[in-house]
């Protein structure tokens, strides 16, 4: 009797694993890239609203919760909702208090690059204040699609994968403390904020760590992006974004 093995699907020698988890972050990343390459400043709105449907597109082509687990663990909906506000709340704070010097020394040494003051008048994302179209449409891809795309990749493939590159064998509450501290770390400097970047992904990787799943830290992290979307359109609060 002959025994046949199916080998792994590879795409360019990444298994589809890989290609999954990783692939919707790269183009959402390569979607940033071309508003710095390109000069595209004056269309950010038009440039997030076409990221937002090429990746919405791609976890739909690709559905990377086949290999991350995902599956329903009981108080994960109460416990990613808590998370979620708290985190909110925290990211917010800052730059919402009435005392100036509190928001002015937040913005020159906590927000990116430390030690000067962003100009956030003259930033991009202040061209959805003129597309409310598009200012649902970033709400919709901030909260909906980056947030689970940035949870499959940072803590469905990169703690894992930084444990062991096999690192599909790997249960999320095996990932090694370097791997955890190290993803943290990334994905606070993927944020102009990066003390609000630091805490939420402590908050997101022990929401996989702890429920052994990203369903929580995938509810957490929507809410939260829901939430501060939602506080930028009703107080105009452009900067957050």
């Known amino acids: 009797m002959n025994h046949h093995t199916s ?23 390569a ?5 710095f390459c390109h000069d595209a400043f004056d269309f950010p709105a038009y440039v997030y609203a076409i990221k937002t449907i090429l990746c919405a597109g791609a976890v739909v082509l690709l559905r990377p919760w086949r290999f991350a687990n995902c ?9 990613g909702l808590f998370v979620g506000i708290a985190i909110y709340v925290l990211w917010a704070l800052p730059e919402s208090t ?3 010097c509190v928001t002015t020394f937040y913005h020159r040494w906590f927000v990116m690059m430390p030690g000067s003051l962003p100009d956030y008048n003259a930033s991009a994302c202040y061209a959805f204040s ?3 179209v598009l ?22 493939w990169l703690m894992r994968w930084l444990t062991q ?25 993927e944020h102009d904020r990066f003390i609000g970047g630091a805490l939420a992904g402590m908050a997101y ?32 609060a452009y900067r957050f974004w």
């Open 205 to 236: 990787g022990a929401l996989a760590v702890k429920t052994n799943a990203l369903r929580a830290s995938i509810i957490a992290h929507v809410i939260t992006n829901l939430i501060l979307g939602l506080h930028v359109l009703f107080f105009e």
């Open 135 to 156: 200012a649902i449409i970033k709400l919709i891809g901030s909260a909906f699609v980056i947030a689970p795309i940035e949870e499959f990749f940072f803590r469905g």
């Open 98 to 100: 009435p005392w100036e």
């Open 7 to 29: 080998t792994p699907r590879t795409f360019m020698g990444y298994s589809l694993a890989d290609v999954a988890l990783v692939g919707p972050f790269a183009l959402w990343i």
């Open 31 to 35: 979607g940033i890239l071309v508003l």
């Open 71 to 79: 599956a329903a663990c009981k108080g994960d909906l109460l416990l």
């Open 165 to 189: 590159h096999d690192w599909q064998t790997l249960e999320l509450r095996q990932v090694s403390r370097q791997a955890f501290w190290t993803t943290v770390v990334v994905f606070a400097f």
């Open 130 to 132: 003129a597309h409310p």
